[in-house]
């Protein structure tokens, strides 16, 4: 197997001595001071820490949304520092899926125009039968016709799901993906991402404030003031 190859598998994040300043009217405020972390292709991780931590950040500045402004960031491989915008772009529509806590849907398209989005954006011709197959995966298929404004909160975070899973992406990226369901809509939908997950052998990074969810996935890292705090070791799997 070739090295490179056997590089991106092993470290499907690379973050080493990651920084983020942002400019204020008091002068710089540091959000992330020296971050230092690496995600194995297919594990889940589970970021949690106070409002503030900064772990909004560090999933923008995963999914090439933010800049870093120091240290380095490699995704899949890739170093973001030899990546332009428009490159950053093509690796988030090919390779990362990111499910919100809002779930930013396109309140003028159907739930399977809303899928088939970032497939057309890749140039799929199968764009709208891919779309109607993952509706189908999170049990949407008599609702595809249907607007935004016409589903209940957690019909729209499955549409927001697949549509995040759609183009089969290598890294899932949730925010808070259950801030805004109740509790019990809020734990089908984490149902739902990790089947899916484990379906597709993606890997996981998830922010959250709700520790049992935390637990369920192979590795916690606690954020306090920008830095990481305490980090587990990866969950133990049984053997079977």
Sequence with gaps: MDHTLKQRRASAIKLEDLQVTLPSRAGPVAILRGID???????AIAVVGPSGSG??????????????TGGRVAVQGIDFATV?????ARLR??????VFQSFHLVPTMTAIENVALPLEFLDRDDAFGEARAVLAEVGLSHRESHFPGQLSGGEQQRVAIARALAPRPSLILADEPTGNLDLVTGAQMMDLLFTLKERTGATLL????DRSL???CDR????????IVGAGAKRKVAAS
């Design 37 to 43: 972390l690496s995600v194995g292709a297919g594990d």
């Design 55 to 68: 772990k909004s950040t560090l999933l923008m500045v995963v999914a090439g949304l933010e800049r870093a």
């Design 84 to 88: 332009d915008e428009d490159g950053l």
């Design 93 to 98: 529509a090919a390779n990362i899926g990111i």
């Design 206 to 209: 998830l922010i959250t404030h």
């Design 214 to 216: 935390a637990k369920r």
């Design 220 to 227: 916690i890292v606690n954020l306090a003031d920008g830095r």
